[in-house]
């Protein structure tokens, strides 16, 4: 399944909710699951993004839906790299 980068930043609403609330941040957990991907690991971060994430999901369109969905809420604002494994990756160039 395919793996993607999910850069995460909190907007005013978001850093409020956080605050208030920690818990919360389990329960997107469950709703990314819920919209068809998985969190496999996950960073909070200091920097340009607050959370690092390293989500699976079936394919591309089940990561646009997921952004547009939970982006809607107007809590975060995500940047989502599609990471390649190298070995796939080289023998697609020796190919």
């Keep these: 399944m395919p793996t993607y980068l999910m ?11 956080l605050n208030s609330n920690p818990s919360r941040l389990r329960e997107v957990n469950r709703d ?11 960073w ?15 394919d591309d369109l089940t ?3 997921l952004s547009v969905k ?3 809420r107007g809590s975060v604002k995500f ?9 796939e990756f080289l023998t697609a160039l020796e190919g």
């Design 44 to 58: 909070a971060a200091l920097g340009v993004y607050d959370f690092v994430n390293v989500v699976e999901a079936p």
């Design 32 to 42: 990314v699951e819920e919209l068809g991907a998985k969190v496999l690991h996950q």
């Design 79 to 87: 940047e989502t790299l599609t990471l390649l494994p190298i070995d």
């Design 7 to 17: 850069l995460t930043t909190l907007t005013e609403k978001g850093t409020q909710t």
């Design 70 to 72: 939970l982006g809607a």
């Design 63 to 65: 990561m646009a839906n």
